[in-house]
């Protein structure tokens, strides 16, 4: 049985600029790395490896240079990188992400069974937390989301137990594989990898599938497929605040004071 996570190569946010002029994302010179929240799918689905005897995949989509993000992969021990990229594939929008990552994940089924897919619970380039759900709904897997804990698995039931982290409380699933499963952060602490591993994924293959394997209509993928886009992108503007009353010696009156200026205008914009 195999267990796959999907990870995502993202610019690192922390240093990210916008042009004023395009209002598009200035890319130059920004380093990338492995989404976050995949570095936990990764981890889970190397867990999973080592306690339960399931092969690990690292599936990925994205342009060429995304060969990174899965070398670390294998430098971490997964049994194999593959990597999605083809021209017809930009400027996907995470309906045609997820349409090209389940197409995928199928291909991977017909030569051995999937058990779990993972998931970062969203990305930080995005932020949408919709390409998990959209890869479960397309394949039929059993949809598990905010996962914090795997708490049982039965191959020979075919049932994965979780804990699922909610505002305020947490929920106990059980549900039947195959699975998608998105994770958040508290699920576990990446590993790092080794040097022997280090040198051994320089000299690793990175499987490189292009439309031609995975035959999709090239209408429902890339940006022909993607029926959302970004009109304008911008950083928020704010100006100098303002402190109002002292709310450590007088917090009422400090209080009073907010309600008034809110209800008359009168304070500065933000």
């Known amino acids: 049985m195999i267990v796959i996570a999907c990870i995502k190569q993202v610019p690192d946010t922390t240093q990210v600029q916008i042009d004023p002029v395009t209002n598009t994302l200035i890319r130059e010179g920004i380093p990338f790395i492995v989404n976050p929240y995949d570095s936990h799918a990764l981890e889970e689905s190397l867990r999973l490896k080592g306690s339960h005897g399931l092969k690990a995949v ?6 060429p240079n995304a060969e990174a993000a899965l070398r670390k992969a294998l430098a971490l021990g997964v049994d194999r990188s593959i990597l999605l990229s083809d021209r017809v594939f930009g400027g996907a929008d995470t309906l045609s992400t997820s349409n090209v990552l389940a197409a995928a994940i199928k291909k991977i089924g017909e030569q051995e069974e999937v058990g779990i ?28 989301t905010l996962v914090d804990r795997i708490q049982k698995i039965d191959l020979k039931g075919r049932t994965v137990t979780v804990r699922r982290k909610l505002e305020g409380r947490y929920e106990i699933v059980e549900a039947r594989l195959p699975a998608m499963i998105t994770v958040v952060r508290e699920l576990n602490r990446p590993r790092y990898p080794t040097v022997p591993m280090r040198l051994a994924s320089v000299r690793a293959e990175v499987e490189c599938w292009s439309n031609e394997e995975l035959r999709l209509d090239p209408n429902t993928v890339g940006l022909k497929g993607s029926p959302t886009w970004v009109s304008r992108i911008f950083s928020p503007q704010r100006s100098e605040g303002e402190i109002v009353g002292d709310g450590l010696q007088d917090p009422i009156a400090a209080a009073r004071l907010l309600v008034d200026r809110l209800l008359t205008g009168d304070l500065l914009p933000i």
Not at 120 to 133: L, S
């Open 58 to 63: 690292a599936l990925s989509m994205g342009p």
């Open 117 to 144: 897919v993972f998931c970062g619970k969203q990305t930080i380039d995005g932020d949408t937390a919709q390409v998990g759900p959209g890869i479960a709904v397309r394949l039929g897997f059993s949809q598990l």
